[in-house]
């Protein structure tokens, strides 16, 4: 039995020149080299051992496994806090509050389709019907607790008599509302003109809601 000198694959006949399997010119062979090509053959392993290709496919995987968790976290904490928003303004404050801008919720005009007024509505129709001395304006716009308290004849006569001294308000910049439950306020800073001297004030305009609509809860003077 004979072995190829070149890759140690077993030759189908002794005299064989070249290996049927690599084509290597096989030498002249004694016993003592069959001997010792027949052992180094059987006691070796395969000549070829394949590399796996999966390796590097596996790290990859085991990387994106790593970040995906985090990512998803993430995100799901997100999601998380904008939910919590939404639950505390609907049942702790009664009203839906954009978690990008919560002071909007307060103050900005609503979808018309609601037919529903914002403070800030409420307000600008307050501050017109004040400088135009209309005690009917300013007495529809108060809560029922308000219009108790104030008459149209008592709503007027204050006007008037702030008016008619020289104070007029020449500008105003909502600065801040708060709002808890059903009750608010609105933070105004207004711009007085009086005597040709203009000066700030600030003034804090109360709301309560009444059957789901805002009411101005106090006769202010804008003054």
Same mark, same amino acid.
């Given at each position: 039995?004979?072995?190829?000198?070149?890759?140690?694959?077993?030759?189908?006949?002794?005299?064989?020149?070249?290996?049927?399997?690599?084509?290597?010119?096989q030498?002249?062979?004694?016993?003592?080299?069959?001997t010792?090509?027949?052992?180094?053959?059987?006691?070796?392993?395969?000549?070829?051992?394949?590399?796996s290709?999966?390796?590097?496919? *596996?790290?990859? &995987?085991? !990387? /994106?496994? +790593?970040?995906?968790?985090?990512?998803l976290? =993430?995100?799901?904490?997100?999601? #998380?806090?904008?939910?919590?928003a939404?639950?505390?303004?609907?049942?702790?404050?009664?009203?839906?509050?954009?978690?990008?801008?919560?002071?909007?919720?307060?103050?900005?005009?609503?979808?018309?389709?609601?037919?529903?007024?914002?403070?800030?509505?409420?307000?600008?129709?307050?501050?017109?019907?004040?400088?135009?001395?209309?005690?009917?304006?300013?007495?529809?716009?108060?809560?029922?607790?308000?219009?108790?308290?104030?008459? *149209?004849?008592? &709503?007027? !006569? /204050?006007? +008037?008599?702030?008016?008619?001294?020289?104070? =007029?308000?020449?500008?105003?910049? #909502?600065?801040?509302?708060?709002?808890?439950?059903?009750?608010?306020?609105?933070?105004?800073?207004?711009?007085?003109l009086?005597?040709?001297?203009?000066?700030?004030?600030?003034?804090?305009?109360?709301?309560?809601?009444?059957?789901?609509?805002?009411?101005?809860?106090?006769?202010?003077?804008?003054?």
């Amino acid at each position: 039995m004979s072995y190829c000198a070149g890759c140690g694959l077993e030759l189908p006949k002794d005299d064989t020149k070249f290996c049927p399997y690599c084509g290597y010119k096989q030498p002249v062979r004694t016993d003592n080299v069959r001997t010792g090509r027949s052992h180094s053959a059987s006691s070796s392993s395969t000549p070829y051992a394949p590399h796996s290709k999966s390796q590097p496919k *596996k790290k990859s &995987i085991g !990387t /994106i496994r +790593n970040i995906l968790p985090g990512a998803l976290g =993430t995100i799901v904490a997100i999601f #998380i806090v904008i939910a919590l928003a939404g639950v505390i303004a609907v049942f702790v404050f009664g009203i839906s509050i954009d978690v990008q801008n919560p002071f909007a919720s307060f103050t900005s005009t609503p979808d018309p389709a609601s037919g529903m007024q914002t403070p800030r509505d409420i307000f600008t129709l307050y501050n017109n019907g004040f400088q135009a001395v209309d005690e009917d304006v300013i007495w529809g716009l108060l809560s029922s607790g308000a219009q108790k308290e104030y008459s *149209k004849d008592k &709503i007027y !006569t /204050i006007m +008037n008599a702030y008016l008619s001294s020289g104070y =007029t308000v020449s500008d105003y910049t #909502i600065t801040d509302a708060q709002i808890e439950g059903d009750t608010g306020q609105l933070l105004v800073t207004f711009d007085i003109l009086a005597g040709g001297i203009e000066y700030p004030s600030d003034l804090k305009i109360p709301f309560t809601r009444e059957n789901g609509a805002w009411k101005i809860d106090d006769f202010v003077v804008l003054a």
